[in-house]
C-alpha cells in the first residue's frame, strides 16, 4: 500500500496573475502558504482475476470499473491513463476539510494521486514536475478553469513567493522568516468558512474571460507580491501586512462582481469592525473560507462577531505533497 498526504493552501497576494492567459504575456506571481490540513491518497494493488472489477476507486461516492474509460471521476481516470495503471489497483481519497472551500483541495487531490500513482510504480518525481504534471492535467487534458499557483503549493509546501513566467516556467522563492516572525505571523491569522459553497472554476472561468478588462489591477495585484515579502522580512509591524491584504481585498472585489456577493461583503465587514486589520476571500470568490488578519488581542471580538460561522484552525508553512506510508 502506498499513501500520500498532501496540503491544501492559502493565497495571501497575487491571485489571479497565475492564469496563463495572463502571466504568458505580463508574468505573475503568488505569495501564500501550504497549511495542516492535508487530503490522503490510498494506493492497493489487488488480483482482478478474483473479483467482478478491475479498478475501484473511493471518494464521496464508489466506483467498480472493469476498465478506466468507465469510470465517472474524470481527474481519477486520467491520472491513471497518464501513469499508465490499467488494472488490479484500489483507490481511496480521504479530506481533512470539504471541496469548495477555497483551500485548493482539487489541485492537492490531483497532486497527491499523482504523487501516489508515481510511487506505486516506483518512481520518484521532484515537487515541480509533480506540480507542472497536475497543471496540464487539469488545464490541458480536464480543460478546467484554474491557475497554476494551487498545484505548485500542494507540491512544494512552505510559505512561498512562487514566480510564473512566459512558457510556463514556475520559480519558487522561500520566505525567510525567523521561527519568532513566522509564530507572530501565524497569530494573526483566522480562518472562517463562509456556509456558502462554489465551484472555483466557475468563478475563475470568468476572471480568465476578463483578463483584458483587468490588466491595471492585476498589475498591481502582482506588485502587492513584492511588498508583502518586504513586510515580513523586514522587522517593522506586522499591521502593514493586514492593510495591504485589504487593498487586494478592494482590488479583487472590482475584478468580478462575483467575488465579493453581498452576504461575503456583510462578513468582511464584520470581521473589520471587530478588530481585522483586513483579509481575503480565499479561492476564486463567491464562497468557501475567508481569512482575516486579525492582532491577537482582537480574535476573540472578531469570533463573537462571526460567531455563526465554522472556524477552521490552521497552522502554516507545511511541507509539500510526500509519502507518508509505502
Known amino acids: 500500500m502506498i499513501i ?26 503568488v505569495l ?20 467482478d472489477y478491475s479498478v475501484r476507486i473511493a471518494y464521496r461516492q464508489v466506483e467498480c470499473v472493469k476498465t478506466i474509460d468507465e469510470l465517472q471521476h ?42 501516489a500513482l508515481h510511487a506505486y510504480r516506483s518512481e520518484s518525481v521532484r515537487p515541480l514536475d509533480l506540480a ?29 513567493v512562487i514566480e510564473f513566467r512566459p512558457g510556463r516556467e514556475i520559480v519558487a522563492h522561500a520566505v525567510p522568516l525567523a521561527h519568532a516572525r513566522l509564530e507572530e505571523f501565524q497569530q494573526h491569522l483566522l480562518v472562517f468558512h463562509t456556509g456558502i ?12 474571460r476578463n483578463v483584458g ?62 478588530g481585522a486589520l483586513g483579509g481575503k476571500l480565499l479561492g476564486a470568490g463567491s464562497g468557501g473560507c475567508m481569512l482575516f488578519f486579525t492582532p491577537p488581542e482582537k480574535h476573540e471580538a472578531v469570533r463573537a462577531a462571526l460567531k455563526h460561522l465554522v472556524e477552521i484552525p490552521v497552522k502554516i508553512n507545511a511541507p509539500g505533497s510526500r509519502i507518508v506510508y509505502a
Open 4 to 29: 500520500s498526504q498532501t496540503p491544501y493552501r492559502i493565497s495571501f497576494l497575487g491571485g489571479g496573475t497565475d492564469y496563463p492567459a495572463y502571466f504568458e504575456k505580463h508574468g505573475g506571481a
Open 32 to 51: 501564500g502558504t501550504a497549511i495542516d490540513k492535508s487530503g490522503f491518497i490510498s494506493v492497493t494493488h489487488f488480483h482482478a482475476r478474483l473479483f
Open 74 to 115: 474524470a481527474p481519477f481516470r486520467e491520472c491513471l491513463r497518464r501513469c499508465g495503471i490499467f488494472t488490479d489497483v484500489e483507490i481511496n481519497y480521504t479530506g481533512e476539510l470539504p471541496a469548495f472551500s477555497g483551500l485548493g483541495a482539487s489541485s492537492s487531490f490531483v497532486v497527491g494521486l499523482l504523487n
Open 132 to 160: 507542472r504534471e497536475a497543471i496540464e492535467i487539469e488545464q490541458d487534458v480536464l480543460k478546467e478553469a484554474v491557475g497554476c499557483q494551487d498545484q505548485a503549493f500542494a507540491a512544494l509546501g512552505g510559505l512561498r
Open 197 to 208: 459553497r462554489r465551484r472555483a472554476a466557475d468563478a475563475a472561468a470568468e476572471q480568465i
Open 213 to 274: 478588462n483587468n490588466l491595471d489591477r492585476l498589475a498591481s495585484m502582482r506588485r502587492m507580491v513584492d511588498d508583502g515579502y518586504d513586510i515580513l522580512t523586514g522587522s517593522g509591524s506586522l499591521d502593514a501586512f493586514g492593510e495591504l491584504l485589504h487593498e487586494g481585498w478592494v482590488l479583487k472585489s472590482e475584478l468580478d462582481p462575483c467575488v465579493a456577493i453581498p452576504p461575503i461583503r456583510a462578513m468582511y465587514e464584520d470581521g473589520l469592525r471587530a
